[in-house]
């Protein structure tokens, strides 16, 4: 089953999706932890309030978070879910 062309295809849409993704939030959550290190004067200054630059990037970071994850759920149920159960009805066919 791993090598025919259904599956192979929801696997690279998969690949399509989560390693640029993921490589992306990698390097967004690298440049804070950089910035954080390498700038403190930068991290300190205010934004709003008590609200500083460090603050902003930490809930910024929680909200790209959630935000990748409503992604991948809509990514998933437009393009894999319809199919993999096709796929998986496919199997079972094969399979009685």
Known sequence: ???SEGFQRIRSGYRGFVFP???LFL???LLCL??????PALMRHPVAGPLNVAWLLALLQFASTFLITWLYGRHARAK???AALGLRWDTQDRLR
């Open 1 to 3: 089953m791993q090598q």
């Open 21 to 23: 993704v993921s490589a």
């Open 27 to 29: 390097a967004w959550y």
């Open 34 to 39: 950089v910035a954080a290190t390498t700038a």
């Open 80 to 82: 894999r879910d319809r």
